[in-house]
C-alpha cells in the first residue's frame, strides 16, 4: 500500500533486480509476462511448455491461453527441478520450461541452463516472487532465454509484471492501450487502498471523505466470500482473471514505479524474515522449509517464509479465518500428476507461505508467528 513511507530512502544492501537486465519490457502482471515470453518464443501451437508440479494457477494459465501444451516436471527437496527425472520423451517432445525461484529465494540455475540448452529447450525464469536478489551466480532473470516478474507483489501499483531478458532483445509486444477511464481509476485505486487502510496520515480526512462521497454514488461492492470455486479447468481459468494480458500496464504502474526508491523495500523484507526465524527454529510439528534460511535471504528480498507444517489442516484454515498474512498454494491445476521422488504436491499441502512484506511491522510478524505456534500445540493435543 502507498503511504509516505513509500518513498523513505533506505540503505540497503546492494542487492541487484530484474529490473537492471538488458532488455526489459513492462506488462499488467507476472501472468502477462509469462504469456508474453510464450509469444516471443513463438512456438508452434501445440508446442509443450515444462512446468512444476507446485505453482500457482497463475503459472499454467498463460500457457494454455498461448494455446500450449502443459507437462509436467517433479522438485527436489531445495526447490529445483528434478532433472533426472524427466522422461527423454517428455524432454524431447518439449520445446520451453517454466522455472520458478520460490519465495524469493533465489538459486543457482546453472544446471537447469545447461539441461535445456542440451535438449534445445527454451528457459523462462520466473521471478515472480524475487524481483530482487541473486541467483547463484547471477542476478535473478539472467539465466532464463526471457525471464518474468510482478511487480504488484512488491511495489504499491495496482498491477503490473515484466518481461526482460538477457539473450534477446523483445520483440515488440502488439499491446492495447487501457482507456482514459481505467488510467484515472489506476490512481484512484492506490490512493483509496492507502486510504482504506489507514495510510497516507495528513491527508487522510480530506481523501476518506472524499472516497466515501465517491462510494455513496457507485453501487455497494458485493462482499467477497473466500469461497473457492472447485479446482475444475474452467474454473480456474476463470479465477486468474486474464484479461488484461495484452494491455499496457497502467501509469499509475509505471509512474510509482519509477518514482519509487526501493532500499527500505529489501531492508524491511530481510528483517521480516530474520525475525519469523527464532520462532520456528525449534518447533514440533513445525520446521523451515529450508535449512539454510537466513544465509540464502541475505542476497534476496524475501517474498515469503517458508513453513512446513506437519499437520497443515487445521492450522492453515484457523489462520485463514484469522485473516493473518499466510498462504499456501494448495489450488493446483486439475491433471497436476503424481510423479516419483516429487515434493511438489507434497508442499501444495504442507508449506505455509508467511508473508514479509514491507508494510508488516514487527507486531504483525510476532502476532502471525504466536498464531501459529498456539495452533500447533493445540492440534498436538
Ligand atoms: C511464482 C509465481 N509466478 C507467477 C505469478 C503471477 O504473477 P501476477 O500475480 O503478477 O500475475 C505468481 C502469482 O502469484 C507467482 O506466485
Not at 23 to 37: E, L, M
Not at 93 to 117: E, I, P, T
Not at 147 to 174: C, D, N, Q
Not at 358 to 371: E, H, M, P, V, Y
Amino acid at each position: 500500500m502507498l503511504d509516505w513511507s513509500s518513498f523513505q530512502r533506505v540503505d540497503a544492501p546492494g542487492v541487484p533486480s530484474i529490473e537492471s537486465l538488458p532488455h526489459t519490457a513492462f506488462t499488467t502482471s507476472g501472468r502477462a509476462a509469462i504469456y508474453q515470453a510464450l509469444l516471443q518464443l513463438d512456438l508452434p501451437a501445440g508446442s509443450t511448455v515444462l512446468v512444476p508440479t507446485y505453482h500457482c494457477p497463475t503459472m499454467v494459465a498463460p500457457v494454455l491461453l498461448a494455446h500450449l501444451e502443459v507437462a509436467y516436471f517433479g522438485l527436489l527437496p531445495n526447490g529445483l527441478p528434478d532433472l533426472a527425472n524427466i522422461p527423454a520423451e517428455q524432454a524431447k517432445r518439449s520445446q520451453a520450461m517454466l522455472v520458478s525461484h520460490y519465495f524469493g529465494l533465489a538459486k543457482s540455475l546453472a544446471d537447469v541452463r545447461n539441461w535445456c540448452d542440451a535438449h534445445g529447450i527454451a528457459l523462462i525464469e520466473d521471478c515472480a516472487h524475487c524481483y530482487f536478489g541473486e541467483a547463484g551466480e547471477r542476478t535473478v532473470g539472467a539465466w532464463g532465454d526471457f525471464s518474468t516478474a510482478s511487480l504488484s507483489k512488491f511495489l504499491p501499483v495496482p498491477e503490473a509484471g515484466l518481461l526482460a531478458s538477457t539473450l534477446h532483445p523483445i520483440k515488440p509486444m502488439a499491446l492495447a492501450k487501457p482507456s482514459l477511464k481505467s488510467q484515472i481509476k489506476g490512481w484512484v485505486d492506490v490512493i483509496e487502498l492507502a486510504t482504506r487502510y489507514q495510510r497516507l496520515a495528513g491527508i487522510r480526512p480530506v481523501l476518506a471523505s472524499l472516497f466515501k462521497l465517491k462510494n455513496s454514488r457507485s453501487p455497494q461492492a458485493q462482499a467477497l466470500t473466500e469461497v473457492p470455486a472447485p479446482a475444475r479447468e474452467a474454473n480456474m481459468m476463470r479465477d486468474c482473471d486474464m484479461n488484461r494480458i495484452s494491455q499496457t500496464p497502467l501509469w499509475a504502474s509505471m509512474a510509482l514505479k519509477s518514482m519509487l526508491p526501493r532500499g527500505r523495500i529489501i531492508a524491511r523484507r530481510q528483517r521480516n524474515f530474520n525475525r519469523y526465524a527464532p520462532y520456528f527454529a525449534n518447533t514440533p510439528g513445525a520446521r523451515p522449509l529450508f535449512a539454510d534460511l537466513p544465509a540464502t535471504a541475505e542476497r534476496a528480498a524475501p517474498y515469503v517464509f517458508p513453513l512446513w507444517v506437519d499437520k497443515p489442516e487445521a492450522v492453515y484454515q484457523a489462520l485463514r479465518q484469522m485473516e493473518l498474512p499466510v498462504f499456501r498454494w494448495d489450488r493446483i491445476w486439475p491433471g497436476t500428476p503424481t510423479i516419483a521422488g516429487d515434493v511438489g504436491l507434497q508442499w501444495s499441502h504442507h508449506v505455509l507461505q508467511l508473508l514479509c512484506h514491507q508494510d508488516l511491522d514487527d507486531a504483525d510478524i510476532d502476532r502471525t508467528a504466536q498464531a501459529i505456534l498456539q495452533l500447533l500445540r493445540n492440534s498436538s493435543d
